[in-house]
């Protein structure tokens, strides 16, 4: 299956599902904390709101459901005209061409079909005809990976000799010759067409973890106070209060830890047993294969990290010293240590505040950001059947959609920014990219989002007006490396240990599982951070587990956006846009290389933690000014 729809399938449309509203957990869709008693004056605010200018406007992809339903029996007859030439698609060049037009066509319609589908899915979590609408584009799409596979497998036969004739022709080599060039770097991974068959017709079975996962998270888990309530009063000043809403989320894990690590372990072994037949070292090696990415990076971010956490042990303390608490607990990790300046921010505000903070990217980049505020690409506010976090879905024949739950914080603020910078790469790349071209990969995709963020914070901090806005705005700084580089690499470090484990022969069950991640909390927290019983279960809620190898993309994309800021506040930003205008024409480390940010150094990495440890520094001496 082509890279360009296994991204727009599968990852924008099953990943940011995943996103949920909680700082330690998932940064880009918020990664701060926030001030306490939020729910009253948001609830305010919002009925103060004209809501149909803050909610997508899905009609420009189907007017209706039924229109979608049509056009998906349609998609169902169309898919034959693809499917009548295979066992013709390197017959010729006219033969290729045609073929892979054929096959743009069909890819940019399912694109569209998954996409309203999922849509309307999340501002309906819990009605049985979306989630039916969806179990229908999975079967669909299943059978389309069976036909796509059997073209990519003709691609696949052809010798080296005969390829280059074909990508010898302008037309092929311009609109397909990264897509040919990219199945066939994997043609070692190929299997016969039986095997392949055999192979995408499992495709539907393949999420069962992680749709389990989903519905307990989403539907079964129980407990007392609502998500939203948790992420409002996990941050309260009263330590008991914390406590317990700790306790009734954290809770529901620990009584189906079992269950839990079952469906985990099942995950890691299904990609296990694709990582053997398609002959892969690793399971790591698998999933790094298709962004072309070197182990090396991978694990040359675990060691760099792990082996420099002295910042943030450094940050625990100040933390625990500010509190003044004996030990910081998991409940005491999201609690504000410097009160914030503005308690409710409106959501024209916010859209002000982003629009300062993004103009050193310029006025191609601000004019998309208007485009995007003013024709409704963004959901705004919660809603009682509204998926909670925050995520971009993009259409290359639309535009992006945002969903977001504005919070009126400084938080939600920082989400939107967040999801902004998602939804300008997209729009930039599809306009000077062609179809097969046009979607980046999630790896620099991460760097263009974090890049909003960090660029917030600059402006933020930079326009304080006292010192007290500037601690504060200088903690939320903090809390989004912490959050990103350092908790998201502990993550990486963690589902690694899973999968060698695993590839081991040795047993992945609650109990391992338990020790692992508390023996890596004390590494990266530090003497300060208590591990309780319960903290021993936080794996349990880490719903990118069950999107394997995916979140040291966080980490490398926090570095590579601290990087490319502290570079466009002193610079012009012409690089940096160039970086979104390629789109997914190369590779990501060639893309980000070619653009002034190495990740196969550690250079990146440690200008991000000396960059985090000169913000713990600055953060001192203003606390230590205001105790004097």
């Not at 066509?105 to 694109?111: C, E, Q, T």
């Not at 999968?499 to 338990?514: D, F, M, P, R, Y």
């Not at 023996?519 to 794996?539: H, I, S």
């Not at 506040?569 to 070619?594: H, R």
């Amino acid at each position: 299956m082509s890279r360009k729809l296994l991204q727009i399938i599968i990852i924008f449309t099953l990943l940011f599902c995943f996103f949920i509203n909680e700082s330690d957990e998932f940064i880009g869709t918020n990664g701060i904390v926030f001030a306490e008693n939020k729910d009253k004056d948001t609830e305010k605010t919002q009925k103060e709101e004209d809501y149909t200018k803050y909610c997508w406007n899905l009609t420009s992809l189907y007017k209706n459901d039924e229109e979608w339903k049509k056009e998906l029996k349609k998609f169902n007859e169309d898919m034959k005209e693809l499917e009548n030439y295979i066992g013709k698609v390197t017959k010729s060049k006219t033969h290729l061409s045609f073929s892979l037009k054929i096959k743009e066509k069909l890819d940019r319609k399912i694109n569209s079909l998954s996409a309203y589908a999922k849509l309307k899915k999340d501002l309906n979590k819990n009605s049985y005809s979306y989630l039916n609408m969806n179990e229908e584009i999975k079967r669909t799409y299943s059978k389309y990976f069976n036909i796509t596979s059997q073209l990519e497998l003709e691609i696949l036969k052809l010798s080296d000799k005969e390829c280059e004739k074909y990508l010898s022709s302008r037309r092929i080599n311009d609109n397909y010759g990264m897509y040919i060039r990219e199945i066939r770097r994997n043609k070692k991974h190929y299997l016969d067409e039986k095997s392949e068959s055999i192979l995408s017709n499992l495709s539907s079975i393949n999420g069962l973890p992680s749709n389990t996962y989903e519905l307990f998270r989403n539907m079964d888990k129980k407990g007392k106070i609502s998500p939203a309530e948790y992420e409002n009063q996990i941050q309260s000043y009263d330590r008991n209060t914390r406590m317990e809403v700790y306790k009734d989320e954290f809770l529901p894990y620990n009584d189906n830890i079992n269950t839990l690590s079952c469906l985990l372990s099942g995950q890691v072994n299904k990609n296990i047993f694709y990582s053997n037949v398609r002959k892969y070292d690793s399971s790591l090696q698998m999933y790094l294969d298709s962004d072309n990415i070197n182990e090396k990076v991978y694990s040359g971010l675990i060691d760099t990290v792990s082996n420099n956490t002295d910042s943030l042990h450094k940050y625990i303390s100040l933390r625990k010293k500010v509190l003044n608490i004996d030990k910081i607990h998991y409940y005491d990790m999201f609690v504000p240590i410097v009160e914030e300046p503005e308690s409710v921010i409106s959501y024209d505000k916010a859209q002000n505040m982003v629009f300062s903070a993004l103009s050193p990217l310029g006025e191609i980049y601000e004019d998309i950001v208007y485009k995007a505020f003013n024709e409704r690409w963004i959901d705004v506010y919660s809603k009682d059947d509204k998926v909670s976090g925050g995520y971009c879905l993009s259409v290359y024949n639309n535009h992006p959609y945002i969903l977001i739950n504005y919070n009126s914080s400084v938080g939600g603020v920082s989400t939107l920014a967040h999801e902004m910078g998602h939804a300008v790469y997209e729009y930039l790349s599809s306009k000077n990219q062609n179809y097969y071209n046009s979607s980046p990969s999630i790896f620099t995709h991460e760097v263009a989002s974090t890049t909003n963020e960090v660029l917030l914070y600059e402006n933020l901090i930079k326009n304080a007006q006292n010192d007290k806005e500037k601690a504060y705005y200088i903690s939320m700084y903090l809390d989004f490396i912490k959050n990103t580089l350092y908790t998201q690499t502990m993550y990486a470090e963690f589902e690694k240990y899973m999968h060698e484990t695993s590839e081991k022969g040795e047993q992945l069950n609650a109990l391992v599982l338990n020790d692992k991640w508390s023996e890596l909390l004390n590494k990266y927290y530090g003497d300060d951070f208590e591990v309780d019983p319960l903290a021993m279960v936080g794996w349990a809620r880490i719903p990118h587990f069950y999107n394997s190898f995916y979140v040291y993309k966080y980490a490398t994309g926090c570095c590579s956006a601290v990087n490319f800021a502290q570079y466009i506040l002193k610079n012009e930003p012409d690089s940096y846009l160039n970086f979104l205008k390629k789109g997914g024409s190369d590779y990501p480390l060639n893309l980000l290389k070619s653009n002034g940010v190495d990740l196969t150094s550690d250079k990146p990495i440690m200008n991000t933690i000396k960059k985090f440890d000169q913000l713990v520094s600055d953060l001192e001496k203003i606390l230590e000014a205001d105790n004097d």
